[in-house]
T-cell receptor, first 116, second 113 residues
């Protein structure tokens, strides 16, 4: 159980274009999902908390107009990187938890974004 | 000082060795402690989840928490080449009704045949 599916696993786009990443909870409902960014040899950096039916909560320093999050259903959250630039190239990972707020997070397999 | 400190390694061991991975932390409010395994180009996979001080065992894995020393460990017995991965520790405290984990930077483990 607790499978989180993320697509695409890899995407290459040109500078200035937008990219959408999907995160689905396959066998459970997730009112809250979390989007992380990971740099090589660095810890996971929480970007935002995605709340079903309401606005996402962004961490300090994360541009909400650049990283658009939509959580339209209990099983799907999307992250759109708008007007991507090479510095946005990174590994983006979503996660969700089953049950109570103190239960651990389960992660998707990540999306490797390369902006050329 | 970072909230969670973890040596990035790499830690290289022969197959069959006992591996010890460790994290220290500074926030005494942390209540939940987790270990994740992350293979290259994949998302983290939950290995162990503990609440209190003490030991928790699951197969070849043992998680140990010492809250008084603010120190957690993950032991891997009879290590296998397939255990080669990055191991992330994580810990969380209640904040506004939610528990958002803070991650270490991960330790790269290499188990060679």
């Amino acid at each position: 159980g607790a499978v989180v599916s993320q697509h695409p696993s890899r995407v290459i786009c040109k500078s200035g274009t937008s990219v959408k990443i999907e995160c689905r909870s396959l066998d459970f409902q997730a009112t809250t999902m979390f989007w992380y960014r990971q740099f090589p040899k660095k810890s996971l950096m929480l970007m935002a908390t995605s709340n079903e039916g309401s606005k996402a909560t962004y961490e300090q320093g994360v541009e909400k107009d650049k990283f658009l999050i939509n959580h339209a259903s209990l099983t799907l959250s999307t992250l759109t990187v708008t007007s991507a630039h090479p510095e946005d190239s990174s590994f983006y990972i979503c996660s969700a938890r089953v049950g109570q707020g103190d239960s651990p997070l389960h992660f998707g397999n990540g999306t490797r974004l390369t902006v050329t | 000082q970072k909230e969670v400190e973890q040596d990035p390694g790499p830690l290289s061991v022969p197959e069959g060795a006992i591996v010890s991975l460790n994290c220290t932390y500074s926030n005494s409010a942390f209540q939940y402690f987790m270990w994740y395994r992350q293979y290259s180009r994949k998302g983290p996979e939950l290995l162990m989840y503990t609440y209190s001080s003490g030991n928790k065992e699951d197969g070849r894995f043992t998680a140990q928490v010492d809250k008084s020393s603010k120190y957690i460990s993950l032991f891997i017995r009879d290590s296998q080449p397939s255990d080669s991965a990055t191991y992330l520790c994580a810990m969380s405290a209640e904040s506004g009704g939610s528990y958002i984990p803070t991650f270490g930077r991960g330790t790269s483990l290499i188990v060679h045949p």
